[in-house]
């Protein structure tokens, strides 16, 4: 059972940056689609952004231009910088891996609080 452990969340201001990390146990890492997913109080769940084993990204319209997603497979983490942080942003932000092999689920980290406030 992968572990995905997620850090680098807290309280920025308006306009300011953070970064998020996610490190996965195991082997293998080089071979999922890993992505961030992030849920406001109230809010549904929603996809951010997500990253393929070969590199290729996808952005939520919401954040196009402003977060970029990144992987370091020598050490099994994903990032997410996230740069002119708005209020809406504030949310509890999850990493998660998708399922590869047939009958593998998704696997989910336990999240982190980001709370963008003046």
């Known amino acids: 059972q992968v572990q995905l452990v997620e850090s680098g969340g807290g309280l920025a201001q308006p306009g300011g940056s953070l970064r998020l990390s996610c490190v996965a146990s195991?082997?293998?890492?080089?071979?999922?689609?890993m992505s961030w997913y992030r849920q406001a109080p109230g809010k549904q769940r929603e996809l951010v952004a997500a990253?393929?084993?070969?590199?290729?990204?996808d952005y939520s319209d919401s954040v196009k231009g402003r977060f970029t997603i990144s992987r370091d497979n020598a050490k099994n983490t994903v990032y997410l910088q996230m740069n002119s942080l708005k209020p809406e942003d504030t949310a509890v932000y999850y990493c998660?891996?998708?399922?590869?092999?047939?009958?593998?689920?998704?696997?989910w980290g336990q999240g982190t609080q980001v709370t963008v406030s003046s």
């Open positions: 998660k891996r998708f399922g590869f092999f047939s009958g593998e689920g998704d696997s």
């Open positions: 195991g082997s293998g890492f080089s071979i999922y689609i």
């Open positions: 990253i393929t084993s070969g590199g290729s990204t």
